[in-house]
Every structure is written in C-alpha cells, then in structure tokens.
C-alpha cells in the first residue's frame, strides 16, 4: 500500500525524518522551535523571507526545500504565519508543569478565544487531547494566517499538529 504525501496528503515517517526543516527533538531551544514540515520542492520562500533570524535557508533555488537551523530560531511564530501552505507550527515546552505549548495556523472562522477548550488532532485530523487557547493571533494582526497557541500534556508533543473548533462551536453557538 502507497502512503506517504504524494498518496495520502500526509507525510510518512521517513519524509518527517529527511525534511531539512525538522528539527531534533532534543533542539527545542527555551522560546520555541518551528517545525517545517514542506516536504516537496515548490517555489515558495516567504518562511525564508519574513524570519527575522535568518534561521531559514532555501537558497538561490526556489524550489529547495527549507532548512532551519535551529540555534538561529527564537520561536517567534512569524514563519507560521507567513506560509502560504500552513506547514509550519513553532513547539515550545513547558518543564515545570510538564506541558506543551504548540502555535500553529489556522484558517477557519469563528477563530477560538483565549480560554477556550478545543480538541487537539494528529496530522490525519483524528482527536488526540484536549487543549487549552492561550492566545490567538488573527490574521488581520500580521496580514496573513491566524495562529493560534494550545497547551497540552508533554506526552503529545510530537503527535499534535492541529485543532478541530467543533466541540467548542457546539458548546458556544
Ligand atoms: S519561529 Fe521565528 S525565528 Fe524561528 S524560524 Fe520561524 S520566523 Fe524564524
Ligand atoms: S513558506 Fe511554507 S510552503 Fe513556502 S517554502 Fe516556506 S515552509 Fe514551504
């Protein structure tokens, strides 16, 4: 059976382990880390453009694919919101109190509050925890996509990639 992005619109592990943009687990620096996940060769490079560090590199060549270095990244959560293909989140961890902090993109309306619970899902949108809002950046803030910020356990730092607003539009209208 054929999986992977080009099959299914999901990466496989070994397209996440090759992705330039991916960094260690072990790298995620106190502020936060971006996680890239462009795993095909597009001409695109706004992530590289609009980092403020000059953590990303694509090089003369459009299509490349980008690579973060991850020291150079503060986890500002720019890069999130300036690609177009909404396939990077910034993880940052809270220690103290064995949580994990996940900005990611997001494009559909009513946007959450702060405050708010929502389900957390995996890549393939399936329900993984609740999450708490803990901020929400819309898009009108930086022209361009929203981001939104969720805590949860540490234990699904790696398995979290989105979230799915229905319970909380179900509870509030
Ligand atoms: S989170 Fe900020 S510093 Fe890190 S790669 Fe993105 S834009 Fe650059
Ligand atoms: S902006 Fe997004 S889609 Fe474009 S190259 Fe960067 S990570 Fe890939």
Known sequence: MHDGILYTGVPNRQELKNAPGIPAADSIGAGGTAFIECLQTIACNPCEANCPTGAISIGAQISN?????????????????????????????????????????????????AGDTVAAV????????????????????????????????????????????????????
């Open 65 to 113: 694919r980008p690579v973060l270095d991850a020291k150079k990244c503060v986890g500002c959560g720019t890069c999130v919101s300036k690609c177009p293909g909404l396939a990077i989140t910034v993880i940052a961890r809270k220690r103290d109190d064995a949580t994990t902090v996940l900005s990611l993109p997001y494009e559909y309306f009513p946007l959450p509050s």
């Open 122 to 173: 995996d890549r393939e949108g399936r329900f993984v925890c609740d999450a708490n809002v803990l901020n929400v950046k819309p898009m009108s803030a930086h022209q361009s996509t929203s981001v939104v910020k969720i805590e949860f356990p540490e234990e699904y730092t790696f398995k979290v990639k989105s979230i799915n607003t229905f319970h909380w539009r179900s509870n509030n209208g």
